[in-house]
């Protein structure tokens, strides 16, 4: 069990749930994501959390960068699901359209994305990105 305060609370994608029932269980491979939303709170969470293992691992392994460093700058606070298109358990595609709003050396943002998954061997994996103004 990490000690870290975060995995006693809520889960920092916002679903309502305890960490450990929603993204922790991700994170801690006790189990794989069903659905495309599923991976990308839990994809979100990690960047929260700076869990670039994890974010390797569920990215598809095609579009995957080299490296992945995680700018410890970054504070994300808030994360909205606007759509999700296909992406259940039975699809083998699917995209997640969401706003994850940040702090960055004191400044706000808002980062605007529709993201694609692909399910592969019973996994989802993160493509791509179109991003949104």
Known sequence: MNENPIHAGPCVCLS?????????????????????????????????????????KTWYPDTAPSDLELDPAMEWRRLDI??????????????????AHFRHHGERGVHHETSRFVRENRRWYYVDAVMLA
């Open 16 to 56: 309502g749930e305890a960490y450990e029932a929603c993204c922790g269980r991700f994170h801690n491979g006790g189990a794989e994501a069903a659905t495309a939303e599923q991976l990308m709170r839990s994809r979100y969470s990690a960047f929260v959390l700076r869990n670039a293992e994890y974010l390797r």
């Open 82 to 99: 606007l759509s999700t298109s296909r992406g259940g358990p039975l699809d083998t595609e699917g995209t997640v359209e969401f706003k």
